[in-house]
């Protein structure tokens, strides 16, 4: 349980190494499974394409 009373996810998806369509698709493929945890950032390089999902 977070302090903000919303408990965490238990699995997740890193996207650290994805870019391109291997990133779409993994997200897709995550989200439809129902994995809510998805790890992204600037840094990574690929955080516009995991957002536009």
């Keep these: ?8 996810p238990v699995n997740g998806l ?5 870019h391109g369509d291997e990133c779409i698709n ?3 493929s995550a ?3 129902g994995v809510r ?3 992204t950032a ?5 955080d516009v394409i995991c957002c536009e999902l």
């Design 37 to 39: 945890l998805t790890d």
């Design 14 to 18: 890193g996207t650290y190494s994805l």
């Design 26 to 28: 993994s997200v897709k």
């Design 42 to 46: 600037s840094a990574y390089g690929n």
């Design 31 to 33: 989200l439809s499974n």
């Design 1 to 8: 349980m977070l302090n903000s009373g919303y408990e965490m």
